[in-house]
């Protein structure tokens, strides 16, 4: 990073910011769907149905958490230009109830509908999450925390991410159980989301690869 121009930093940053913004309304979309949101979105959608706050709100809060354990992890190997995680967490948010907002005269009336909410904020969530890895400034701080997990407990980045993705989904589901007494926010889209979002990013990322090169 320190050998990029001021003018490449701006370019990949708006790069990020367009991925955040197609991030955004792919978790707007799922949370329309109603069949359970992506992992990442899972807790902040479960705290957002129990505190007096908001999805973006609670994302800012359960990110600037995951930031925290991050630096727990890490400790001297934290290094602070991941700090930059807190602003992109906030925009995510602020973003996150814009996308809800517009959204909020649709909603899907039959099972079919729902899916097809649920499928669009998955190819959404993947299409953003490219835009973000293609950018390659700041990672989110759900990958911050399997990255780390990769450099302290050596575990390969992919049983990393699905050890955080589990994790996220489990607390959801506890949360849920214990103050709302029924199940919010994971349901068959959750999996679908686990299981597609990945997949999606791959694929998009290929012909992201020709914006990768613009940016470099």
């Given at each position: 990073?320190?050998?990029?121009?001021?003018?490449?930093?701006?370019?990949?940053?708006?790069?990020?910011?367009?991925?955040?913004?197609?991030?955004?309304?792919?978790?707007?979309?799922?949370?329309?769907?109603?069949?359970?949101?992506?992992?990442?979105?899972?807790?902040?959608?479960?705290?957002?149905?129990?505190?007096?706050?908001?999805?973006?709100?609670?994302?800012i809060?359960?990110?600037?958490?995951?930031?925290?354990?991050?630096?727990?992890?890490l400790?001297?190997?934290?290094?602070?230009?991941?700090?930059?995680?807190?602003?992109?967490?906030?925009?995510?948010?602020?973003?996150?109830?814009?996308?809800?907002?517009?959204?909020?005269?649709?909603?899907?009336?039959?099972?079919?509908?729902?899916?097809?909410f649920?499928?669009?904020?998955?190819?959404?969530?993947?299409?953003?999450?490219?835009?973000?890895?293609?950018?390659?400034?700041?990672?989110?701080?759900?990958?911050?925390?399997?990255?780390?997990?990769?450099?302290?407990?050596?575990?390969?980045?992919?049983?990393?991410?699905?050890?955080?993705?589990c994790?996220?989904?489990?607390?959801?589901?506890?949360?849920?159980?214990?103050?709302?007494?029924?199940?919010?926010?994971?349901?068959?889209?959750?999996?679908?989301?686990?299981?597609?979002?990945?997949?999606?990013?791959?694929?998009?990322?290929?012909?992201?690869?020709?914006?990768?090169?613009?940016?470099?």
């Amino acid at each position: 990073m320190k050998n990029r121009t001021v003018n490449n930093l701006i370019r990949r940053y708006l790069t990020l910011l367009v991925g955040l913004f197609i991030m955004s309304f792919g978790v707007a979309f799922s949370i329309k769907a109603g069949l359970g949101t992506s992992p990442v979105s899972s807790i902040p959608y479960v705290l957002s149905m129990i505190l007096p706050m908001t999805v973006g709100e609670t994302t800012i809060l359960v990110n600037c958490c995951l930031v925290i354990i991050q630096i727990l992890l890490l400790r001297r190997q934290f290094e602070l230009v991941q700090l930059i995680q807190v602003p992109v967490a906030i925009a995510f948010g602020y973003l996150t109830d814009l996308a809800v907002w517009i959204l909020s005269a649709v909603s899907p009336a039959a099972y079919w509908q729902q899916w097809l909410f649920c499928i669009l904020g998955i190819l959404l969530v993947g299409t953003g999450v490219s835009f973000e890895v293609t950018a390659d400034v700041v990672t989110m701080a759900g990958e911050g925390v399997a990255l780390a997990l990769v450099k302290t407990v050596k575990l390969p980045f992919a049983k990393a991410k699905i050890s955080v993705d589990c994790s996220m989904v489990i607390a959801a589901v506890v949360l849920s159980v214990l103050f709302l007494h029924t199940l919010a926010g994971v349901r068959e889209g959750t999996i679908a989301a686990a299981i597609f979002v990945g997949m999606t990013a791959k694929q998009v990322g290929r012909p992201m690869r020709r914006i990768g090169k613009l940016l470099a």
